[in-house]
């Protein structure tokens, strides 16, 4: 879970821990559902350590991660201007399965076409998941827009698996 | 998704048409075999040129084969004459183009309603039909409207309202999402996905993966070939939250 | 019941959505239908007035012409009389000739002299004035109308002063003037004979016994109007007589049966060049229709490969293409018989000389069928090749929007290369689409054809004019140019809308080749010019073989009697 999301959530007002997971699944829909719950706590633990936010038990409550009160520090709150600033994007192209293929088709360890045959009915079957919870999702829902992203980003690297396919059988057949 | 009826709607055994003479022949369908049950969707991806509309154009009965078998509901298809290919045509497949192709001077009712009135339906039951489908996909509003008034994604669904006039065995789909932009695909994908649940046996060109990816059957072509199928239904992919990087 | 309301819905739209062409469509049929109707119409002119004639006058069955006089006169009258099936007689009556002056003009005349009572058979009726009384003459309609004269004017026979009593018309000859038309007995001041070449223009005037007698500057001939109890049968009689006759002072016998023939005489000229205009003016009908129809294949390609994928028959389909051409056809068919039924009573007035109101002609209900057939035989025409093409194209073709595409043609593209740019675009141009230019080159052969036609006939009036009447103006000739005007003006019209149609679809097809040739550099000048050399390139061998065959057309016209 990654530390600046959880700092952006306390930015508005100190919340209760239940209260930003909350907040977190309503922004996510089924895949924060998906989420491990304790994820959250742990990297508030985090960040309190690192002095980004400061806790406070609720008055009258049990001392549980769940019912402290988190808050922005100063120095937490300019984490999150610089953050909502930056703009680095994933990396474009899985450079992982590309040297994948590379190094199976030069060590004739296994037929690359096999690995993206494979690779790209993965990405199928995933793809039609996302869709379904995308279709599933209210119109104008927050969640679907992330599905949305979802969909296009696997039809994307379904288009580049398909160049792979076409590259690699070429590879394969030398005219 | 439960697996599908045994009940085979369409098969093909050795398909082929070619174009041309020996020095230029052009094999645009060969030798494809394909068995489609009922209340299945098939997707049928492969690059431009690939044949594959042409392959839809011969299961719809647009088109002649030079050789080999295609069966409708137990009928062969390429044996037809004209006329009975016409009549095959209205009751028994619904065909949805890329360039919608309905009839500009006819308003969206008027042309859903076309092949139950070709059908030699009354035309006041072909108005109720007609309405009901353009309900169906959510057109109601817009039953009085020329397809100049409506936008791409509108005219595709009452094109797709049209294909089920007359409650076709197969519904076959030419790109049908060619010529819209991404809300518009969304649309079509939508009743798509409604159709497959109401049980209609699909048949999709395609080489939009989105579309694909909602069918039971995937199946590659190239140089007028069949060379891998994919079968998509059973079991989910696993964790979605992992790719959207939610995880670590 | 589903497909009957589809084909009227798509017809009815597709009328909707161009209605210039669609008005083109039915004007263009219109000419053709309304000026046969016109033809139809005057078929029944003559006939109907004479019987009409003959029923006021109590007209005879046979009129025999004697040559004689005295003794052998009245041999010969018993012996007529005397013949099987003669019921009743009139006369007989002298005949002398006579020459007529009334005002500034002059003319010859047959002078018949009559009894003041009514005559038994053949009493002429009066349509002006009173009947004869000493001094006084009755003359024939036509006759009086081209001398300009009217009951109580005064003219001279021979010099001698009358005055007009009246104006009558008479079933027993035909009028002015062809009153030599069935035969008749003429002399002026020789011995009596029947004549080899009667002059044009004889008129025909009524005046009493004693005036006639008076006026007679050599020997008289008489006339006998015989009734018999078969009338049927006049014919028979009047060729057995012609048969029998030895010598030339026999009697001349004309049945009714003749007479009538000679009144519709008159009016065949006028009809001939009606039916012969018609024909002219339907290949011209046919030609430019199918320009018409030709021109917006395209669009129609498409739908009819969308028809056939949703599930229309071939035959669904061409029925779709020809409604809209029919129902337009029977439209124009209706206008044209509307607007040839109200034409026609302008163009009946050589009946003139008959009994008949110039009111409404004689439309019968096979001749309104015919006109009806032969507009949707126009629309069939044009309308049936494309139609079935059509519907035998692939559908998927037919989807795909290629308008038939042009046959590529090596040795018109090597050889225009050589031509200047304005003809090398024609050339181009016109041989993408080789049948819409013989179509243009056919429309222009028929108009050529027509226009020549017409000036032969010209040429050929004027020569017979001038062989003439003794100057004065021949009704019959003034009335076929009349009607010749008419279809002279109806071709032009037709012509042009043929000129206009064809620049239509020429235009409409190098849309796009003409724009290429813009972006590739070529002037708008040089593309306007382009467009309209291929127009004029097939009008040329067109407009050539025009005149052959307008020389041939009038020829063919006026054989049939001269």
């Known amino acids: 879970m990654q530390q600046e999301v959880v700092l952006a959530l306390l930015a508005k007002e100190p ?50 991660p769940d019912r402290k009160v ?45 690995i993206v045959d494979v690779q790209r009915r993965e990405l199928f079957r995933r793809l039609r998941d996302a869709q379904r919870a995308a279709m599933d999702e209210p119109d104008g829902s927050d969640a679907g827009l992330l599905l949305e992203g979802l969909v296009l980003r696997l039809q994307a690297d379904l288009r580049w698996l398909e160049a792979c396919e076409r590259h690699w059988t070429g590879r394969k057949e030398p005219r | 998704m439960s697996e599908t009826a045994d009940t085979v709607v369409l098969r093909t055994r050795e398909l082929r048409k070619t174009y041309g003479s020996q020095a230029a022949l052009v094999r645009a369908v060969d030798g494809i075999e394909l068995d489609v049950a009922s209340g299945e969707t098939v997707a049928v991806m492969g690059p431009s040129g690939c044949g ?19 069966w409708l509901a137990g009928r062969r298809v390429d044996r037809m004459s004209e006329k009975a290919l016409a009549r095959m045509r209205r009751d028994a497949v619904g065909f949805v183009f890329q360039a919608f192709h309905l009839m500009d001077e006819l ?54 309202a049209r294909a089920l006039a007359n409650e076709p065995l197969v519904v076959l789909a030419d790109e049908p999402t060619g010529n819209l932009d991404s809300a518009a695909t969304v649309e079509v994908l939508r009743l798509f996905e409604d159709l497959h649940v109401a049980g209609q046996t699909l048949v999709i060109v395609t080489h939009d993966s989105r579309i694909a990816a909602t069918a039971d059957r995937m199946i590659s072509m190239r140089d007028g070939a069949f060379i891998d199928e994919t079968r998509l239904t059973g079991g989910t992919s696993g964790n979605l939250a992992g790719l959207a990087g939610l995880e670590g | ?42 078929r029944g002119v003559a006939s109907q007035p004479y019987e009409r004639t003959r029923a006021a006058t109590n007209g005879p069955d046979v009129v025999a012409t004697i040559g004689t006089s005295g003794q052998q006169l009245s041999a010969q009258v018993r012996a007529l009389l005397g013949t099987p099936g003669v019921t009743g007689h009139g006369g007989p009556y002298p005949v002398a000739s006579a020459v007529v002056r009334a005002g500034s003009r002059t003319a010859v005349a047959v002078a018949e002299g009559r009894d003041p009572v009514p005559a038994p058979v053949d009493q002429p009726a009066l349509t002006q004035g009173r009947w004869v009384r000493p001094g006084g003459v009755v003359i024939e309609r036509a006759f009086a109308d081209a001398l300009g004269v009217s009951a109580g004017d005064r003219i001279t026979l021979n010099g001698r002063p009358f005055s007009v009593a009246g104006i009558a018309v008479t079933a027993a000859s035909p009028p002015y003037p062809d009153f030599c038309e069935a035969g008749c007995y003429f002399s002026v001041g020789n011995a009596p004979g029947a004549v080899t070449n009667p002059p044009s223009g004889l008129g025909l005037i009524w005046l009493t016994q004693a005036d006639a007698r008076a006026l007679a500057t050599g020997p008289l001939a008489y006339v006998l109007n015989l009734t018999l109890a078969n009338p049927a049968g006049a014919q028979a009689l009047a060729t057995r007589y012609d048969n029998a006759r030895a010598h030339t002072d026999k009697p001349v016998l004309t049945s009714w049966q003749d007479l009538r023939a000679a009144d519709a005489f008159m009016a065949q000229d006028a009809q001939r060049i009606l039916m012969a205009g018609s024909w002219v003016l339907g290949v011209l009908a046919v030609a430019t229709v199918a320009v018409l129809v030709a021109g917006r294949m395209a669009e129609r390609t498409r739908r009819v490969g969308l028809l056939k994928a949703v599930g229309g028959t071939p035959g669904l389909v061409a029925a779709v293409l020809l409604a809209e051409n029919l129902v337009l056809a029977l439209a124009a068919a209706g206008a044209g018989l509307g607007a040839g039924w109200l034409a026609a009573p302008l163009l009946t007035s050589p009946g003139a000389g008959l009994a008949g109101t110039p009111g409404a002609p004689s439309l019968t209900l096979p001749d309104a069928g ?45 050889a225009s290369a050589w031509l200047p740019v304005p003809l090398l675009l024609g050339t181009r141009l016109a041989a993408r689409r080789p049948r819409r230019a013989a179509l243009g080159a056919a429309s222009i052969a028929v108009t050529v054809t027509g226009i020549v036609a017409v000036l032969a006939y010209h040429a050929h009036a004027g020569q017979q004019s001038d062989a003439g009447s003794g100057g004065l103006p021949n009704p019959l000739l003034g009335h076929d140019q009349q009607i010749l005007f008419v279809v002279t003006a109806v071709l032009g019209a037709l012509a042009g809308l043929n000129a206009i149609v064809t620049a239509w679809a020429t235009v409409l097809d190098a849309r796009h080749s003409s724009a290429l040739a813009r972006a590739l550099g070529a002037t708008p000048q040089q593309v306007s010019a382009g467009i309209s050399v291929a127009q004029v390139l097939p009008a040329l061998p067109g407009a050539v073989a025009g005149i052959p065959l307008g020389i041939g057309l009038f020829a063919v016209a006026s054989s049939d009697g001269g």
């Not at chain 1, 703009?87 to 296994?110: D, I, N, Q, T, Y």
Request: aromatic share 4%; with cysteine; charged share 20%.
């Open chain 3, 370 to 414: 015919l006109v009806v057939a032969v507009a949707l035989a126009v629309a069939l025409a044009a309308t049936l090749v494309p139609a079935i093409r059509a519907a035998r194209t692939s559908t998927v073709s037919a989807l795909a929007d290629a308008a038939r595409a042009p046959r590529r043609r090596a040795w018109v593209t090597a």
């Open chain 2, 107 to 160: 308003t969206a009712v008027e042309n859903v309603e076309l092949p139950a009135l070709l059908d030699g339906r009354p035309p006041r039951a072909a108005r109720r039909r007609a309405a009901g489908l353009l309900e169906r996909v959510g057109l109601a509003d817009r039953a009085g409207f020329l397809p100049a008034a409506l936008s791409g994604g509108q005219r595709q669904r009452v094109a797709i």
């Open chain 1, 15 to 64: 919340s209760h821990g239940y209260q930003l997971r909350a907040r977190l699944r309503q922004a996510l829909g089924p895949l924060g559902d998906a989420m491990n719950a304790g994820q959250v706590y742990v990297t508030l633990t985090r960040l309190e350590k690192a002095g980004l936010v400061t806790s406070e038990p609720s008055p009258g409550l049990p001392d549980r």
């Open chain 2, 52 to 70: 594959k509309s042409t392959l839809l154009h011969l299961l719809g009965g647009l088109d002649r084969p030079t050789g080999g078998e295609i």
């Open chain 1, 70 to 114: 988190y808050e922005l520090t100063p120095t937490g709150q300019q984490r999150v201007t610089d953050w909502l600033a930056e703009v680095g994007w994933p990396g474009p192209a899985p450079a992982e399965f590309h040297l994948k293929l590379v190094a199976a088709a030069s060590a004739r360890l296994a037929d690359p076409l096999t």
């Open chain 3, 1 to 42: 019941m589903g497909k009957v309301l589809l084909i009227c819905r798509l017809a009815a739209r597709d009328l909707r959505r161009r209605p210039a062409q669609a008005c083109l469509l039915l004007l263009v049929i219109m000419a053709a239908t309304a000026t046969l109707t016109l033809g139809l119409a005057l």
